[in-house]
């Protein structure tokens, strides 16, 4: 296979994985239209180191660890799972404060640096994403590969997230969102706090 059709094709299936809503979509577009863009920008920075990292370690073989020390891979999904119930519950509570300017992000983040903390733990939460990598590196990399593929995969991985991301970030800390965002904060922090409750506790407890 033509390593450039092959660079080609797994940023092709990346890209779409990313552009289903997920906790890293969540948590960017909630630190987003709830704080700043720049807090947004850094979880999306966050965000895209951890799926970097998760990629590096499928490609040296952290996945077929998973599958053989299945309690490390429960113990990872458990935290995680843990870890998004935490942000849900934090963004409900602070949606029954009354505040003209929402700002829940100021509690859950105390500054900005945090709120790559907070991206970079969404991202590991979800440890199925070292196995998803490991099956799209077995199905898409060519045999024989040079070390350099392995380098362009992972820059691949980290620049495709921090776009997607980016441009969330962008879309959700704009003027009309923010107006709008405003209006129904009560409302929409709750929707969010109860999805990230949601998958916090699929994760956590799920058997797959």
Known sequence: MNLFLALG??????????????PNFVVVSQLAISDSRKSGVL????????????????LIGLSAVFGYASWIYDS??????????????RVILTS?????????????VENQPNSYRCGLFASFSNPK???????????????GAPAW??????????????????????????????????RFRKTLDKLTGS?????????????S
């Open 9 to 22: 094709s797994l940023f092709t299936i990346w890209w779409l994985v990313l552009m289903i809503p997920g």
């Open 43 to 58: 979880s999306t920075l966050g965000v895209s180191t951890g799926a970097a990292t998760w990629a590096t370690g499928s």
């Open 76 to 89: 990872i999904k458990f935290l995680g799972g843990l870890y998004l119930i935490y942000l849900g519950f």
């Open 96 to 108: 029954f404060q009354e505040m003209k300017i929402p700002k829940y992000t100021n509690k859950l």
């Open 129 to 143: 994403t070292a196995t998803f990598f490991g099956s799209l590196f077995v199905m898409s990399f060519p045999s």
């Open 149 to 182: 593929f392995y380098l362009v995969t992972i820059i691949m991985v980290f620049l495709a997230s921090t776009i997607w991301y980016s441009l969330v970030a962008y879309l959700f800390s704009t003027t009309q969102f923010q107006s709008r965002y405003d």
């Open 195 to 207: 999805v990230l409750v949601i998958l916090g506790i699929r994760l956590a407890f799920s058997r």
